[in-house]
């Protein structure tokens, strides 16, 4: 595999020098993620699939009429094989392993998706709340999963420790810690080489993950021990009792690999769904790391909005992030589902050295915080500044509700966009930029500030 690297100088150089900071010529080698792509749609022979339904037996011999069971399936389907999964609940005490060992291919993935147009729900319901009360996990490479929701597990409802998986479309709701998770799948495998990498987890949603105290519980959980490219995209997490996601690293572990995160959605994390405060939830829509471990994330063209606390936060994280185009809107819900405070901010990167432009924040609890240090890139961003109540930024624009094609609102528990077919999200004109916004085209190489009426990637001008 060849992982493109990028050399990046803080200077802001590359960018054609648009800061104009001077002095130091410090460098960063910055990762690139191979940017992973879904499988293409490949006509399936029904006839070569094992077919699992809620009411099947393990003696069966997996045909559409006479369906066997999820374990029997993983156990027997060859490397790169089929498991179609028919629509029902499926009722499990416990968890649902695939082994390390159990592989597909890199051109042939092993798959098991939802049966066209069903819902396979796996509820896990019977499990106490227990760390070890996964429910599917997922320790071997090249599987894709698609159109399963997972529920009710007694700690995280999807756990990755394999790679180069691909989790696609699934659901991952009520579960009693985060509703999907990425780290090792051993604690003996110490070194950063063991840990999963290469994961794409692609238009999945996670809501209502929630443990007893509301400490732990995040949507989308990439931290600890998780390895190089691990990407997010097209996501949403929403209504957990934590954080929407948790990048987070501990020093005794060391550094993660970063993660991607783009085209993501983040709101009312740190409330639960019946609009109560869970007693220990942070409430960060993105928690991009912590002060242990310097970590390059990059994160492009995602939403936060409503979060009990910060819409993104560095969390400590020295860095750099690459942090561009995100769109963070009315996060500090810290008093209640409709009440703002002061005390926290849409953006929040107040130490580390990061790389942040084209961001856009509107109706901030505190200012946002982008320090800027000698040698930072930060740039053609629209930030809010409390005492002066206003929009502060580089390019002469000014941002009122006028910029905005409709007036953004959101009402508690009904979402403000909806899904396509194909599991893109349709976002209609929330937060979109009026045609007459001069915020158009006023970001660095002529994009647009904040998330939406961007397509593509920035890389460019990295
Ligand atoms: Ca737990
Ligand atoms: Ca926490
Ligand atoms: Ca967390
Ligand atoms: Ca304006």
């Known amino acids: 595999m060849i992982r493109k690297i990028l050399l990046l100088c803080l200077c802001g150089v590359m960018i ?40 099947g037996k393990a003696e069966n011999p997996g045909t559409l009429t006479s369906p066997t069971t999820l374990e029997k399936a993983i156990a027997t389907v060859r490397p790169g094989g089929l498991i179609y999964m028919r629509g029902g609940t499926y009722y499990y005490n416990s968890t649902i392993t695939i082994d390390m060992g159990n592989n597909g291919t890199a051109a042939n993935r092993s798959k098991i998706y939802a049966y066209p147009n069903e819902q396979p729900i796996l509820n896990f319901s019977a499990q106490k709340e227990l760390d070890a009360n996964r429910g599917l996990q997922i320790f071997g490479n090249y599987w894709h999963v698609r159109g399963l929701v997972v529920e009710y597990a007694g700690d995280n409802g999807i756990f990755i420790g394999g790679s180069y998986n691909i989790i696609e479309r699934c659901i991952t709701r009520y579960n009693r810690d985060s509703g999907l998770q990425i780290a090792r799948a051993k604690s003996s495998f110490t070194g950063i080489s063991q840990w999963p990498s290469y994961n794409l987890i692609l238009n999945c949603d996670s809501y209502g993950n929630a443990d007893s105290d509301g400490e732990d519980a995040d949507g989308f959980a990439c931290k600890l021990t998780s390895g190089p490219g691990n990407v997010f995209r097209g996501c949403i997490a929403y209504n957990n009792s934590d954080d929407g996601w948790d990048l987070y690293t501990k020093s005794e572990t060391g550094p993660i690999g970063p993660v991607v995160l783009e085209d993501c959605v983040a709101f009312s994390n740190g409330i639960l769904p019946d609009g109560t405060y869970p007693k220990n939830g942070d409430g960060n829509g993105y928690k991009l790391g912590s002060s242990s471990n310097g970590v390059s994330h990059i994160v492009r063209r995602c939403i936060a909005f409503h979060n009990r606390k910060h819409g993104f936060t560095d969390n400590g994280n020295p860095g750099p992030i690459i942090i561009s185009n995100c769109t963070s809107w009315h996060n500090s819900m810290g008093k209640s589902p409709t009440e703002q405070t002061t005390s926290d901010y849409n953006f929040n990167f107040p130490k580390g050295e990061h790389i942040m432009f084209n961001n856009l924040s509107w109706e901030g609890g505190g200012s946002d915080v982008g320090h800027v240090p000698s040698g930072s890139t930060v740039h053609h961003n629209v930030f809010y500044k409390k005492d002066k109540k206003t929009y502060e930024n580089d390019m002469g624009v000014t941002l009122t509700v006028d910029d905005f094609v409709v007036k953004p609102s959101y009402t508690f528990g009904i979402l403000p966009f909806i899904r396509n077919a194909d599991g893109s999200i349709n976002f209609g004109t929330f937060l979109q930029l009026a045609d007459t916004s001069d915020l158009k085209g006023k970001g660095a190489n002529g994009y647009d500030i904040g998330a939406r009426g961007n397509v593509g990637t920035e890389t460019a001008i990295w």
Do not use: F, H
């Not at 010529?25 to 699992?52: G, R």
């Open 16 to 55: 054609g020098g648009m800061l104009g900071c001077g002095g130091g010529s410090s460098k960063t080698v910055v990762p690139q993620p191979e940017d992973p792509v879904a499988d293409p749609e490949i006509p399936v022979n029904p006839d070569a699939a094992i077919y699992v339904a809620p009411n």
